[in-house]
């Protein structure tokens, strides 16, 4: 009898799994799709008019990696990055800091805080028990995370209170919105935490029950929401859709794991706009920055998370590709060693965003509000090391050489090293050192939604070492 009960008090619990499941797999398998048959015209029908449409189909070609047991020196990395969050995971709650020693967090980067347990899990540089103690915890905050308007998580989080703040870390009672990326971005591990540590799906359930997802996708495109003026005094909510190509399509595809009809989203055709950077034919977005409000960016990072989580179909990997090759193109060129993504940095403004393009501005670097911040254009250490584990050619190992050294081995990695100044970046945050972990798990298993099982250490113990 108490069976039964338990079934009937667990069916939204079951129905919610049952959905992810049958999700799940479409989402792999359309990533996994191998469409290099099709006309590569019609992969690139957003193409301008300036540019043909052979130009653009004539895709970079870089020899992918494939997975191998880590090096000893690779799986020191690994407890390199995983000290970060033994550090900065707040005690209170099991949320881990975005930034060393600043006590708050958002969606995204929590993701990569969650991505990386899970990383660190696999390689053996947490042991399993210590894992779902941990998993455990921070679950159990998501579920109890203050929601803007009772809706959705807010931008921002206190890390010891779970209260909700602003991007200063200030108390913020009624909250600042919310961000549709950076939700696409937390339900991967989310969803990767109910299918593959099955004993946690109850309390994944319980988090995203919570949330109205409904209002984030709508009409199969992602909006946000922002908040304008006072909220205690009148209703200045500005929803708008959120994200641009790149950003997109990778946050599309962590709603479509929860079975959302994201195809809007991912649909690059109307929106993709391609500039010649470096002779490489690269995606950015054509939809104008200052009447749409939002940046105009396009770097490593979201190609980059995409390959190295879902896998990929041909159209993933030819945009990926041609982030890369023009990256490598400047190196060649240039004598500079590139790899640009958005990061913090250890001193004023604190986050800058390195673009192979923005706001149609090649190798341009801008802050938050776009302003300008060349100054601080940097090698990312995240970004050298996920191209280094996605692609098996010398480039990739030029910008795995480049930043071997950027860690402190008690506090973590850093976030990189300036271009102008050659000084280390000296940022030490959950972002980076979650990707890092990432990298690993890709060098060593493949993308986190279906890794190679077959070679999974087991509980407790570490991937073995070797060349």
């Known amino acids: ?12 619990h079951l129905i919610f799994l049952a959905g992810l499941v049958v999700a799940f797999g479409l989402v792999i398998m359309l990533e996994r799709w191998d469409v290099t048959t099709a006309d590569p015209a019609a992969l690139f029908a957003g193409t301008t008019a300036e540019t043909t449409v052979a130009e653009v189909a004539n895709t970079p070609s870089f020899q992918l990696t ?33 930034v060393a020693g600043f006590p708050a967090t958002t969606m995204w980067d929590t993701g ?50 779970l209260a909700m703040t602003d991007y200063q870390g200030e108390p913020s009672d009624l909250g600042i919105g919310w961000s549709a990326i950076d939700i696409g971005r937390i339900i991967v591990p989310l969803s990767i935490v109910a299918r593959s540590y099955p004993g946690h799906a109850p309390a994944v359930a319980a988090v995203l029950d919570r949330w109205r997802l409904d209002e984030v996708v709508v009409g199969g495109q992602l909006f946000g929401l922002t908040v304008t003026g006072d909220l205690a005094t009148d209703a200045p909510l500005a929803l708008q859709q959120e994200g641009r190509v790149g950003y997109e399509e990778y946050a599309a595809l962590g709603f479509a794991l929860l079975g959302f009809d994201t195809v809007d989203a991912l649909m690059i055709e109307n929106t993709v706009l391609w500039l010649d950077v470096e002779g490489v034919m690269v995606p ?32 993933a990997h030819d945009l990926a590709a041609r982030v890369f090759a023009a990256q490598e193109a400047r190196f060649a060129r240039h004598g500079i060693v590139t790899a640009v993504s958005e990061d913090h940095i250890d001193g004023p403004p604190y986050f800058v965003y390195n673009a192979v393009v923005a706001n149609g501005r090649p190798w341009h670097a801008i802050t938050e509000s776009g302003a300008d911040a060349t100054a601080f254009r ?34 973590g990695w850093y976030a990189g090293r300036f271009e102008a100044s050659g000084l280390i970046n000296e940022a030490v945050t959950a972002n980076t050192n979650g990707v890092v972990l990432q990298s690993l798990h890709h060098r060593r298993f493949g993308p986190l939604l279906h890794p190679m099982t077959e070679v999974l250490p087991a509980a407790g113990q570490a991937a073995p070492s070797g060349g």
């Open 1 to 12: 009898m108490r069976f039964k009960q338990g079934l009937i008090s667990a069916r939204s």
């Open 66 to 98: 494939t997975p191998r047991p880590l090096t000893a020196e690779e799986q020191l990395w690994a407890e390199i990055a995983w000290q970060y969050f033994a550090a900065n995971t707040r005690p209170e709650t099991g949320l881990a800091d975005s």
């Open 284 to 315: 950015t977005d054509r939809r104008d920055h200052e009447e749409f409000g939002a940046h105009m960016l396009t770097l490593s990072e979201p190609y980059m998370l995409r390959l190295m989580e879902f896998g990929g179909g041909a159209l």
């Open 378 to 411: 940097s090698l990312s250490t995240k970004a050298a090391l996920a191209w280094a584990s996605i692609y098996a050619t010398p480039y990739a190992a030029t910008l795995n050489e480049a930043v071997v050294d950027l860690f402190d081995p008690e506090a």
């Open 112 to 161: 990569s805080f969650l991505l990386g347990m899970i990383a660190a899990e696999r390689l053996g540089v947490l042991e399993t028990t210590e894992f779902d103690r941990r998993i455990a915890q921070a679950l159990v905050s998501l579920a109890a995370l203050p929601l803007f308007d009772d809706r959705l998580p807010n931008k921002s989080y206190d890390t010891r209170s």
